[in-house]
């Protein structure tokens, strides 16, 4: 009977004790049961990021809870959740500022992709594009041919970095800000949802001749130029074409495609790659061939340029449509067009890649540490 009661009475204890404590946390059973504090202190509460996820310390930030302070952040540093301490709801401002945007401007999103292409492909993903002007009065990359009057989209990143400044001071870098607005146009573009990597900190200059230094493709650049230009920044024949792919959104300047629908090559003939229809469609926006420079209308680029999908693709395939010279040798080639064909058949691949590779972008010769600044204002250094 001793021996009954005995095992009764240890199973009643299990429940009451370490059953409970199982749905601990280990870090909620060390304050559970003491460890972890000095006498008569309160356990620490559980942190969150600004998802409501619990935050999970490790390597040196457990060790040292500065880490998460992008001033104390190594050349390794760029992570997810990287200002789950310093600004938890960062992500939550940006993704609310851009959803905001994109009510009334949907073409917004293809504008903030696009500057952030053009900002890592001149120096590195330091939001130095966003400058208007450096100490040394030098040009700065605004003012390049390359970016100049068709360049837009900075408006959008003022505002999300004036929000932030108001909820963390001189926390989050706006090389970090443009980095968060593109991943959240992404997602609202139609890519799955994929946390963005922080950690980034702003460079102090920015110059012009940086960007004409065949650092940014020209839409009509040869293609054994633009393999070239793409390799220098570590991506392949592949990942240049998905990275094109970027032309599913937004549109074109008339100025960069009237010649192929009304004088190619001094032809006073169209483009005679192009079929009749496509030509049709560009004279159809693009009506006047003298008109002068940028005052031409924009022409989409597809039929749903507020979708990042593999439409693009698709035409090229399909219709041979393309109306940047340099798209269409992509499907000419045979080191391009086998990953053309592949990304017209597989919308689902071409997603998942091309966040893939707009991840890899953001890494691109990015600023950590102690090296460049946290800008109060991302259009001039403090």
Not at 218 to 247: D, Q, S, Y
Request: charge should be negative; aromatic fraction near 8%; glycine fraction near 6%.
């Amino acid at each position: 009977m001793k021996v009954v009661r005995f095992f009764v009475t240890t199973i009643f204890m299990f429940h009451m004790v370490m059953v409970p404590c199982m749905a601990f946390t280990p870090r909620e059973w060390f304050n559970f049961i003491g460890f972890g504090n000095e006498e008569g202190q309160k356990p620490q509460p559980l942190l969150k990021d600004d998802l409501g996820e619990p935050l999970v310390l490790t390597g040196n930030e457990a060790e040292n809870p500065g880490a998460a302070d992008p001033a104390m952040a190594t050349k390794t540093d760029l992570r997810e959740k990287f200002y789950s301490r310093t600004c938890p709801r960062a992500e939550k401002i940006v993704a609310n500022v851009v959803a905001e945007t994109f009510k009334t401007n949907p073409n917004a999103l293809a504008n903030v992709i696009r500057l952030q292409f053009h900002d890592c492909f001149v120096g590195g993903c330091d939001a130095s594009l966003l400058l208007d002007y450096i100490p040394s009065g030098d040009q700065v990359e605004k003012s390049s041919g390359f970016n100049g009057l068709l360049l837009k989209g900075a408006d959008l990143i003022d505002d999300i970095k004036s929000k932030l400044e108001q909820e963390c001071p001189q926390i989050v870098s706006c090389a970090d800000t443009l980095v968060f607005a593109t991943n959240e146009a992404l997602i609202l573009s139609g890519l799955p949802r994929q946390r963005p990597l922080g950690g980034r900190r702003d460079t102090l200059t920015s110059l012009a001749k940086m960007a004409d230094d065949n650092n940014l493709p020209a839409p009509n650049w040869p293609l054994e130029k633009m393999i070239e230009t793409f390799k220098k920044k570590g991506f392949n024949e592949e990942e240049m074409v998905i990275l094109l792919g970027a032309h599913s959104v937004g549109s074109t300047h008339c100025d960069f495609i009237l010649y192929r629908a009304y004088n190619y090559k001094e032809s006073n003939n169209p483009d005679p790659t192009l079929p009749q229809g496509v030509v049709d469609e560009i004279k159809k926006v693009c009506v006047d061939a003298n008109t002068p420079k940028y005052r031409n209308p924009p022409m989409n680029f597809d039929e749903t340029p507020t979708v990042l999908d593999n439409l693009f693709f698709k035409n090229m395939v399909e219709r041979n449509k393309t109306l940047l010279e340099t798209d269409a040798y992509l499907l000419n080639d045979p080191r391009t067009a086998p990953t053309v064909q592949q990304m017209a058949a597989d919308p689902e691949l071409f997603h998942k890649r091309f966040m893939e590779l707009m991840r890899k972008l953001s890494t691109l010769n990015v600023l950590t540490g102690k090296d460049g600044e946290i800008r109060k204002t991302c259009r001039s250094t403090n």
